[in-house]
Nanobody, 132 residues
Framework: QVQLVESGGGLVQPGGSLRLSCAAS????????IGWFRQAPGKEREGVSC???????????YHADSVKGRFTISRDNAKNTVDLQMNSLKPEDTAVYYC??????????????????????WGEGTLVNVSS
């Protein structure tokens, strides 16, 4: 049984930092891309950052333009975890953040197109609230 369990959400002031963690189980991670997506109230779900759990290709993660330079995604294959370090948080970053895993495609495809064409597995989400 595949499980993606998110942790680390909460309330933070603008300019602050949070670190989200996704623990994956029940998956063969060899060909998996794992990413973080978010959905703000009244908006569509969007891909934020994605990373391949394998070393094929150039290994570069994907970050949406809105978070480049502020968010960093990283993986720990030994622990089957993917973390999202979020710095310089803004009120517009407020959303439910979901961890997701997909068995095919590039990090760009999963993050930029995955919501439209389908993602294999989703976590339940964790709320990030950036507010003073």
């Amino acid at each position: 049984q595949v499980q993606l369990v998110e942790s680390g959400g909460g309330l933070v002031q603008p300019g602050g930092s949070l670190r989200l963690s996704c623990a994956a189980s029940g998956l063969n991670l060899e060909y998996i891309v794992i990413g973080w997506f978010r959905q703000a109230p009244g908006k569509e779900r969007e891909g934020v950052s994605c990373i391949a759990m394998h070393d094929a290709g150039d290994g570069s993660p994907y970050h949406a333009d809105s978070v480049k330079g502020r968010f960093t995604i990283s993986r720990d294959n030994a622990k089957n975890t993917v973390d999202l370090q979020m710095n310089s948080l803004k009120p517009e970053d407020t959303a439910v953040y979901y961890c997701a895993a997909h068995a095919r495609g590039s990090v760009w495809y999963v993050c930029a197109q995955g919501v439209k064409y389908g993602i294999d597995y989703w976590g339940e989400g964790t709320l990030v609230n950036v507010s003073s």
